[in-house]
């Protein structure tokens, strides 16, 4: 009787108990993001945020090369920019992008755009991929609360990620 109690609470335990979390083929490590972002080169931008219509109010394309340069189409505008995935103390690796010259034209939002005020820096970005690397979104930096026992910690909201990426399909 005793055996067969211990057989039934050991099955009855391994059913319960989460299956381990497969562990996604690709896995962002240091300098992985970077070699990612490259290796796909043209990434669609669409913002969490939704338009009227329901779907997300902007849609841009995000072009990576691999020697640090690139640009943003958005709308009518385009955008050369340089970039870099540097770590951050405290945040990880953060996506940093310099936005140099504008065409000036309207962005995906409408907005009419100066070129005189370019060059400028965006603010850095947490890229937070999912699944085998197929996508990520787009976060500002994590924010921090304080715990009782005096130890601060990083957090996502849901309000800190504003966009998400996704190779751009071809053809």
Known sequence: MTRHLITALAAAALLAAPTAAKRPAWMPRDGAIAKRLAQVGS????ATQNGPDGNPECYETWIFKADGTGTIISGEQRVTTTWKVETVEGMGEMLLISNRATSGSPDCMGNDINPDTYPRDS??????FYGDGEGALVCHEASYTRYADGSDRQFLSPYDCWGRITPLKKG
């Open 123 to 128: 603010g850095p970005a947490q890229l937070l």
């Open 43 to 46: 990434w669609e931008f669409s």
